[in-house]
């Protein structure tokens, strides 16, 4: 585990650049938009929106309680990496605790935790995750997916280094109506080389990803908790 964390150290990981939901201006708002219509913003699943829907759904001005609960669900797949090595393994486990540590951290937030398994419905629509979500009791969803690409040219330059291109996506929904107020992309660039105890240069890449999405949920959870923060309460 200690020489994982150390190479992961040493890995130069550049470019960060963030793309997050900007605050609506604070005269955007009808007045009593919320209280114009009590019924539901979004009908049944696969109907269709009229326009009297959609202008409510636009002026809708969300409110959360003082204190919230977030169920994070983990929309991309490493499972391959996971079972290769128990030092992966750890990693990424560290990486989530220290994820939801950071969300935690918030005055507005009492519980961060992942949604559990037996609760994710097989369609991943959002219908579907927000009622497991309300079942969780969760106010908050919050979905994310990492995604890595891998710069080729490089290794005809030299065959122990590698560069690449990791981006994390981050979409937060309000389970009580089924708004999505909050979305951030995350990318960082990062390069690293070989070290004689990877297996193979493929582990030298994985390691150089891992340390790259790690970063991206940091900076996405900094990102959230500042906008909590500028939320009316409910």
């Given at each position: 585990?200690?020489?994982y ?5 040493a ?9 997050a ?6 005269d ?6 919320n ?11 696969g109907?269709s ?8 759904i ?10 919230n ?13 996971r079972?290769y090595s128990?030092d ?7 990486i ?5 540590g ?7 937030v ?16 959002v ?11 969760a106010?908050l ?31 937060l929904?309000?389970?009580r ?5 909050f ?7 990062f390069?690293?080389?070989?070290e ?5 240069f493929?582990e ?28 009316g309460?409910?």
């Amino acid at each position: 585990m200690t020489k994982y964390l150390i190479v992961i150290i040493a890995i130069l990981v550049t470019g960060c650049a963030t793309v997050a939901t900007s605050h609506r201006p604070s005269d955007y708002y009808k007045a009593g938009g919320n209280e114009a219509n009590n019924g539901p913003l979004f009908g049944s699943t696969g109907e269709s929106l009229g326009d009297i829907d959609i202008d409510r759904i636009l002026n809708y001005e969300l409110k959360l309680p003082a204190q919230n609960r977030i169920a994070i669900l983990k929309l991309s797949n490493d499972s391959y990496w996971r079972h290769y090595s128990n030092d992966f393994t750890q990693l990424n486990e560290t990486i989530a605790r220290d994820f939801v540590g950071q969300l935690r951290e918030s005055e507005r937030v009492y519980d961060a935790s992942f949604l559990p398994s037996m609760l994710v419905p097989e369609q991943r629509t959002v219908p579907y995750l927000r009622e497991a979500a309300a079942r969780y009791q969760a106010d908050l969803l919050l979905a994310y997916r990492s995604s890595c690409r891998t710069f080729e040219k490089y290794k005809f330059i030299d065959p122990n280094e590698t560069k690449a291109y990791c981006s994390v996506e981050v979409v937060l929904l309000d389970v009580r109506s089924g708004i999505v107020p909050f979305t951030v992309v995350s990318s960082n660039e990062f390069s690293a080389r070989k070290e004689l105890g990877d297996t193979n240069f493929n582990e030298t890449i994985k390691k150089a990803e891992i340390a790259a999405v790690a970063e991206s949920l940091k900076d996405s959870a900094t990102q959230l908790t500042s906008f909590l923060s500028s939320i009316g309460t409910l």
